[in-house]
């Protein structure tokens, strides 16, 4: 079968964003979108002709359209073995799992993760290098000065491949091998924990339920949480994945699982719940009436580490991202062991994981992750907390409760404004980024300010350098506000407002965490002109 080369040209604004190119799919439904970013990144990946490439979605609207035409293009760029998740379905983690365990050159991720889906909702995709995660900076911003520059992509005149049936099919001569999307990802969480002990949690009578949000955990958590841990059937709620997710944002906070938080605060709760986004990389974690914000779930997963048989050797060190609470810098003090703070996006994990430095990482934004994998496991995250809850023999309050008394409270929260005007959103940094030298000393609302600055990253690894990643204001009581913006929207400028209180062991441990911020916040959103700039006089989304 002799590839078919197309004439195309470049589409504006290709750049890949925080985690890959994230457009509405009415943008990718244009003709040639797809393939130009995808020849873009066949063009710049070195060893493409002869390699195994894995190839997965989370099962969003588009995902089987875009699927069938990667698999084409693979096979007339002369891809080997193309390994696909049955029915086009990998979540995110189980790709890297699947790229790693194959040896591949690396994979095709489609997903717009948590936003959400169905014709008028969002997709993307992204290239996962042979380590299993996100391509560094220097490769994605190859695939956006070559969609700029693009002539041409190649593609074979063929019938769809049939992609539901496991097994071993021929595209020319390219090898189409559909996996069970489950089995590989499986076989690796069995080997992490102490599957006797949350075998054992859960026949005493413990009770969670899990929210796959109509996403792409449903069949994982199916299969690992009822068929192979024992928790009882219907323990996975949501559970059948859905193209456009039932209509539902599948982002797993406090202001997009609702259902799930009522169950947790309402009367007969179960011990503790648990939800992941549209990839499966997310994670919230809930217990009986306590939400547990996900700068804290890092802290303590470090704390309680070597109760996971993975980690019983102990923790090499941690990460965070720059936004993200210092409550597990303070673990990591306790522990000996070097915490590193890092920009925003999964992929700045990745050299750290490699070289040893870490093996537990996370962020705010409902990621924590080990280096099982070299993306955030959200699935991943749940069980680790049944195995920390198992050995422990503690409830969630019990355990947060024992973790502020040992290390005090940071009390975090964000402020979302969503879809503002790009340039009323970037005069806004630009106006407080040229304030941010003359604000040490002063103070706000009664708090000083110890340090202003902006954040830039030096990876230690490799040395690569990024600038301009979030505008911090620390004050001498611990509490810090973080300004930057998002690197995921579709829709205009999202900006993002972080805000912590530290209460150290004996101080004001019990307060609702919005309350315990509203005085920041009120400082933030002044500090920066918000309304002034964007007109928003309170945020789209409060977490
Ligand atoms: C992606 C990245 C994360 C990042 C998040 C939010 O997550 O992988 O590392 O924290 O975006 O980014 P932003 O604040 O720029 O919107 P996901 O789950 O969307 O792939």
């Keep these: ?18 985690s890959g190119l994230r457009k509405s799919v009415q943008t990718f439904e ?15 990946v070195q060893g493409i002709p002869g390699a195994t490439l894995v190839l997965g979605g989370d099962g969003r609207y588009h995902n089987r359209t875009a699927i069938q035409t990667i698999v084409k293009m693979a096979a007339a760029n002369g891809v080997a073995r193309l390994v696909v998740g049955a029915g086009g379905i990998l979540s995110t983690p189980a790709a890297s799992c699947v790229i790693r365990k194959r040896k591949a050159l690396g994979g095709i991720i489609l997903s717009a993760s948590h936003n959400p889906g169905g014709p008028d909702g969002d997709f993307g995709i992204k290239f996962n290098a042979a380590n299993g995660g996100p391509a560094p900076e220097a490769l994605t911003e190859a695939f956006f000065k070559r969609s700029k520059e693009i002539a041409e992509y190649r593609t074979v005149d063929a019938p769809d491949v049939d992609l539901d049936q496991i097994g071993e099919r021929r595209l020319g001569s390219m090898v189409v091998e559909v996996i069970d999307p489950v089995a590989d990802y499986a076989e690796l969480t069995d080997s992490l924990f102490d599957i006797d002990a949350i075998r054992a949690l859960f026949a005493s009578g413990f009770r969670m339920v899990f929210d ?103 923790l090499t060190g941690v990460a965070r991202s720059m936004p993200t609470s210092r409550a597990v810098d303070r673990v990591a003090e306790a522990l000996g062991i070097r915490c590193y703070e890092t920009p925003t996006g999964w992929k700045f ?153 530290y209460e150290p062991v004996g101080g004001e441990h019990g307060l609702d965490a919005p309350v315990a911020l509203a005085e920041l916040a009120a400082v933030a959103a002044d500090l920066a002109g918000i309304q002034r700039h964007t007109g928003r006089t309170k945020p789209d989304v409060a977490t």
Excluded at 387 to 396: D, E, G, H, K, Y
Aim: glycine share 10%; proline share 6%; net charge negative.
């Design 1 to 18: 079968m002799d590839p078919v080369i197309r004439p195309t040209t470049p589409f504006d604004g290709q750049r890949p964003g925080t």
């Design 30 to 44: 244009q003709p040639r979108y797809l393939e130009n970013f995808v020849q873009s990144i066949i063009d710049c």
């Design 212 to 314: 796959a949000m109509h996403a792409v955990t449903g069949p994982y958590a199916v299969e690992i949480l009822e068929h192979r841990l024992g928790a009882p059937a219907g323990t996975a709620i949501n559970a059948v994945p859905l193209e456009d997710f039932g209509g539902h944002h599948p982002d797993p906070n406090l202001a997009h699982a609702v259902d799930l938080v009522a169950a947790l605060n309402g009367p007969d709760a179960p011990d503790f719940g648990a939800a992941s986004d549209g990839d499966g990389d997310r994670n919230m974690i809930l217990g009986r009436g306590v939400f547990v914000s996900p700068s804290d779930s890092l802290a303590v997963l470090a704390a309680n580490a070597t109760h996971v048989p993975a980690f019983r050797g102990g």
């Design 349 to 501: 994990f990745g050299t750290l994981l490699d070289d040893g430095r870490i093996n537990l990482c996370g962020e705010e934004s409902f990621g924590t992750g080990a280096d099982h994998v070299r993306e955030k496991d959200g699935l991943w995250a749940v069980l680790m907390w049944l195995n920390v809850l198992a050995a422990r023999r503690l409830s969630v309050a019990e355990l947060m409760a024992e973790h502020w008394n040992t290390y005090g409270r940071t009390y975090y929260g964000r402020h979302d404004y969503e879809a503002i005007e790009q340039a009323a959103a970037d005069r806004l940094i630009d106006e407080l980024r040229n304030r941010l030298p003359l604000l040490a000393g002063t103070s706000l609302a009664g708090r000083r300010v110890a340090t202003a600055d902006e954040f830039a990253y030096t990876d230690p690894v490799d040395g690569s350098r990024s600038e301009r990643q979030g505008l911090r204001v620390s004050f001498e009581d611990g509490s810090r506000i973080v300004y930057r913006l998002s690197g995921t929207g579709t829709a205009g400028a999202t900006l993002r407002v972080y805000f912590e209180r």
